[in-house]
């Protein structure tokens, strides 16, 4: 029994360990983008100089998904309502194996359908960036605030 316990405090303190060095950053927390024409595509990487970079700080590999997320009605920014539908947005490659202490760039494509009863509108919508697999996850959601021209 003496010998049971050291065992499991080891284990104990390696898993906890293991989750402080567990981490997510991005650069791509909170965006707005404005002006956006009806009909159209929009490169966030290309139109708006604002790729979505997301950086493993971990020490060890991440397997990392990448979800378009509607929000609920009390995460809303004032003034913006949920998206429409999240297939407004999409992840250029959402899924990724992020090797440690290292980052990846990637590309958010908007295009916003040709109706204009979308114009003059303000939408919220959420990239959740989380792991897959394992006991533990982490995950940041990046909310991105788009208007649409009258």
Same mark, same amino acid.
């Given at each position: 029994?003496? /010998?049971?316990?050291?065992?499991?405090?080891?284990?104990?303190? #390696?898993? +906890?360990?293991?989750? =402080?060095? !567990?981490?997510?950053?991005?650069?791509?927390?909170?965006? /707005?983008?404005?002006?956006? !024409?009806?009909?159209? /595509?929009?490169? !966030?990487? /290309?139109?708006?100089?604002?790729?979505?970079?997301?950086?493993? +700080?971990?020490?060890?590999? #991440?397997?990392?998904? !990448? *979800?378009?997320?509607?929000?609920?009605?009390? @995460?809303?920014?004032? %003034?913006?309502?949920?998206?429409?539908?999240?297939?407004?947005?999409?992840?250029?490659? *959402?899924?990724?194996?992020?090797?440690? @202490?290292?980052?990846?760039?990637? &590309?958010?494509?908007?295009?916003?359908? *040709?109706? &204009?009863? =979308?114009?003059?509108?303000? =939408?919220?919508?959420?990239?959740?960036?989380?792991?897959?697999?394992?006991?533990?996850?982490? %995950?940041?959601?990046?909310?991105? #605030?788009?208007?649409?021209?009258?």
């Amino acid at each position: 029994m003496k /010998r049971i316990i050291p065992v499991f405090i080891c284990t104990v303190l #390696l898993m +906890t360990s293991a989750v =402080y060095a !567990m981490g997510l950053s991005t650069t791509f927390g909170r965006v /707005r983008v404005d002006n956006l !024409m009806a009909g159209q /595509r929009y490169s !966030m990487q /290309r139109d708006g100089d604002a790729p979505f970079i997301i950086k493993n +700080t971990s020490n060890f590999e #991440l397997k990392l998904k !990448m *979800d378009v997320v509607i929000p609920s009605e009390n @995460e809303l920014v004032e %003034g913006y309502e949920a998206i429409p539908d999240a297939g407004w947005i999409n992840v250029q490659g *959402d899924s990724f194996n992020l090797p440690p @202490e290292s980052d990846l760039s990637t &590309d958010i494509i908007i295009t916003v359908p *040709d109706d &204009d009863i =979308y114009k003059g509108k303000k =939408y919220q919508v959420y990239i959740w960036s989380h792991t897959e697999g394992g006991a533990i996850a982490v %995950g940041l959601k990046s909310k991105l #605030l788009i208007s649409i021209a009258e």
